[in-house]
Structure formats: C-alpha cells, structure tokens
C-alpha cells in the first residue's frame, strides 16, 4: 500500500509482526475499507469505533498530524497496541525514606503489541478518507457475552450521572447505586459500565472539587440568597482565608423558629465531613412533637470564640429573640458562651449525652445489673421534689459503693442543670422530660450524612434530610386534619347517640 510523507512525519514505527493473527469475522458493510470516505472524521470515528464493538476489542485514540488547515491525519489503534514502557532505573540517595516517595497506582499490563490500526486522511472539501487499515489482531477477541467489559464499550452517560447525584442525596453510595441501576434496567449487560466505572467517576469528581470545596459551598448560599432573601446566612474565614465558620437558614427555618423557637436543642457530637469540621444544628420540636431545624452551621472548633460567632450569628437571623430554654452538651466553652450571648435563656444539660456515658463511667459489670440500672434510672426521672432525689441517690450510690466515682460526683453537683426535679416550675418543662429528641436527630442526620463528605456532598445531602424532615411534617399535618371531622363525628354520637352532619 502507498503510504504518503505525511504518514511517515508521524515518525511512528509499526509494532511487531506475529505468526499468528486474528481476524475478524463480520458482515463486510461493517468494515473501514481503504478508500472508504466519510464527511467528517467525527461520522469515519463512530463508524470504526462500531466496529470495533461489533468484532470484540476497543480502540484508543493514537497519534495526529496537524497542518494550517487543521487535523489531516488521524490514527486510531487497538488497546492492546505496543508495550508497555519499562521503568527507567533511578539512582536515589539510601537517606532517603521510601514512605516518603510519591505512590503510584497499580495497573494492569493490558499491552500485547497488537498491530491493529485505521489511519484516517483529509481529502478535498474537508472530508476524511480511510487510507490503511490493518484488522489482524495478536490477541483473541472478545466473546459476545464479554463485549459489555470492552473499554470502548462502557461509559458514564448522562443517566448514569444523575441517576448517581439522586442516590447520593440519599446517601447511597457508588457499589449500592450500581446495584440498584442493575434492577431498574434489567440486568449487568444493559447498564452499559461497570461498578469500577461508577466509583472511579465519583473519585473523579471529587478530585474535581477539593481545592474549590468552600468556595463552591459559600457560593451555593449567595445564590439562595439572591434568590430569596429569607434565605439567611453568614461566614467567616481565618487568616489564611480558609473557611472558619459558616451558618445558615432558609426562609422555613426562621418561620420554624418564630413559631416553635421557646425551646432549643443545639448539638456538636456530629462527625459529618473529611476536614473535621463541627457540624452544629440547632433544633426545635414543633406542634406533632417532631424535630425541625431553625439553622445548623459549620465550625473550626469548638472554642468559646467559636461559639459566641454562632450564637450571636443565630440571633442575627432570628429576628434578635432568645429562646426560653436551651438544651446542650456539657462543654464549658459552650456553656461560657451561652451564659454570654443568651442571657436570660434557661440553660440545661441534655439528658441523652449524660446517660449515654453512664454505662463507660461506671464500668461493665454494673452496666449489666439489671436492678442498677432501674434504681439509678427511677432516680433521676421519678423522683418528684429536690429532696427526693438527693435522698435516692444517696441510697443508690451507697448500694453500690459508688462513692469514690469521680464522674458522678461532677454530675451530681451539677444536677439542677439536667435533673427534672429541679426544673418542674420551667415552662415547657415536659418537653425536657425525655431524651428522645437529641438522640432521634442524631439518628436522623445519620441516615443522611457521613464523616468522609466533602462540603458540597454534604449539601446535597442535608437539603435531602431537610426535604425529608419537611415532608414528614407535612404527612402529619394531613394525618391531622384528616382525624378532626373523625373526632367530631365521635363527639356527636357520644352526645346524641346518633350520627350528625354539619
């Protein structure tokens, strides 16, 4: 075959030549037979490509010559054309500690010199001719079964993509997500990648957006703000600009909070991105006793510092009103900045953090007496006047020489701020009474969030929870109004002892 100047300026050598070649059995229309012309090389690429696919191996992209007037030679070659190249042998110091030289990712050699290529050539009026094309293979085909593992093969479309940000808001990962697209397209060979496919893509990605991670986070914020302006927000960074603190509440949020804000829970024990950021919701009961966030934040550390940015950025959006009562952890920088910020707020201790520390603080065997744990529990929640208390306790810790416990010591002198006995006269008093709300929501959010999130990952997911906590509120409010002519409807018949519509 006549091979031009230009061919050879590619200054490429053919691979090697074997004794043993396999070619391709297929329908002759199917081939790129030299002389084949195409009106753009995109149309001669997708011809070959589905080739390819329709004999069983994949196709690269390989070298191009370009002139004044663009691309005038284009090659495409098998996966399995040339060798892989031997690493040249490096002289390093012995001082040098080889955990400290940069790793690098182990691949498969998947190179057997196979000599398989099509060279495509522009001709007049832009259109690209085929001027070689080798089709003998030093390596055996793919089977028909097997065609949907070729690299050519297999791609992350744009159903993929979205199919993957809709699981992940639900925090389903990659391995889950391809399980669940199997099932929705009706089997592996339909989905059109692999497992390692989706994972790599969502590696990718978030490769993608680590360096731009806070910007893009902030960024989202400025955007709903823009959009609406109840949607409130505020940050700081350090002095090196990074990220320090960031808050934020939407327009429901603060309409939550103008509403349901008497009492407030506020919470740091979450672990829910890669950067160890503290995640800080704050939290309300609303009229079906549910949880409902008025806000949640972002903060660098949990200093007193900290923490009166917050609370101070707290008030800010809502409106300036403290709330009555505010329930937290024991953390005295927490508390410093409360007894600061919302004076004239109740502060208490969260019940559901002191207790899950009881079975560490008194040690194995008594976490395990079953009559321990009901004295030690009818103690704290039944005892109905301060002296009771004090009185059970005593007996209680005598019972069980718990004398020398430090950490009951610490809690019981500071037990008017977590014991219901020494807060019966409190407003909303009863709402205090149970524990279920700190532990429900750190439930709640778990189902949602995780520890190796980044920023934007970890929005995409709590606008989800948010979503789902909303649409549970609204499930019982029509639960409720569905009951009330129910209700009356009983009241009636208790009255007249028949049935009465209105």
């Not at 065997?365 to 005892?383: E, G, I």
Request: charged letters at 30%.
């Amino acid at each position: 075959m006549d091979v031009s100047d230009d061919e050879a300026d590619l200054g490429r050598n053919d691979t090697m030549n074997t004794s043993e070649e396999w070619i391709p059995m297929c329908d002759e229309e199917l081939k790129p037979v030299v002389g084949k012309v195409f009106d753009t090389l995109e149309e001669g690429e997708s011809f070959y490509k589905r080739y390819t696919l329709t004999v069983g191996f994949s196709v690269h992209n390989s070298s191009q010559v370009k002139d004044k007037y663009g691309l005038k030679w284009r090659y495409f070659v098998c996966s399995k054309e040339g060798f892989k190249a031997q690493k040249k042998d490096v002289v390093t110091d012995l001082l040098i500690d080889e955990k400290n030289l940069p790793k690098s990712r182990r691949s498969k050699i998947t190179r057997e010199g196979c000599s398989t290529k099509v060279a495509f050539k522009r001709i007049e009026d832009g259109k690209y001719e085929v001027k070689r094309f080798d089709e003998g293979h030093t390596h055996a085909l793919a089977t028909p079964r097997k065609k949907q593992f070729l690299r050519s093969a297999r791609s992350v479309n744009s159903v993929h993509k979205n199919l993957l940000f809709c699981y992940n808001r639900a925090n389903v990962g990659p391995s889950k997500s391809y399980q669940l697209l199997k099932e929705q397209v009706g089997g592996y060979d339909n989905i059109g990648c692999t497992k390692r496919d989706l994972q790599n893509y969502c590696r990718d990605l978030k490769e993608l957006v680590k360096d731009s991670d806070a910007h893009m986070f902030v960024d989202n914020f400025r955007r709903k703000h823009d959009m609406n302006h109840s949607f409130y927000y505020d940050y700081a960074v350090d002095d090196e600009g990074k990220l320090k603190y960031v808050f934020w509440a939407d327009g429901l949020c603060r309409k939550n909070y103008s509403l349901f804000g008497d009492v407030v829970s506020f919470d740091t024990t979450y672990s829910t991105n890669k950067y160890c950021m503290i995640f800080a919701p704050f939290t309300g009961v609303n009229h079906h006793r549910h949880n409902i966030t008025f806000g949640a934040a972002f903060l660098k550390d949990e200093k007193m510092e900290s923490f009166v940015w917050l609370f101070e950025t707290f008030l800010k959006a809502m409106g300036g009103h403290k709330p009555i009562v505010i329930i937290t952890d024991q953390d005295p920088a927490m508390k410093v900045a409360m007894d600061k910020v919302f004076t004239g707020s109740s502060h208490r201790f969260c019940m559901w953090h002191i207790l899950k520390k009881l079975s560490e603080k008194v040690g194995a065997s008594l976490n395990d007496d079953a009559d321990f744990n009901r004295r030690f529990k009818s103690c704290v929640w039944n005892s109905e006047s301060p002296e009771e208390f004090e009185l059970r306790w005593e007996k209680v810790i005598s019972a069980y020489n718990l004398e020398g416990n430090g950490w009951l010591s610490q809690m019981y002198d500071i037990r008017s701020m977590w014991i219901p006995a020494y807060f019966r006269d409190l407003f909303l008093a009863g709402i205090l009474r149970t524990t279920s709300r700190s532990e429900s929501e750190n439930s709640f959010f778990g189902n949602f969030l995780s520890k190796n999130l980044s920023l934007v990952e970890f929005w995409m997911r709590f606008d989800s929870a948010m979503e789902s906590q909303r649409h549970k509120e609204l499930l019982a409010d029509h639960d409720t109004l569905n009951a009330v002519p129910e209700l009356k409807l009983h009241r009636d018949i208790e009255k007249h002892g028949r049935k009465v519509y209105t």
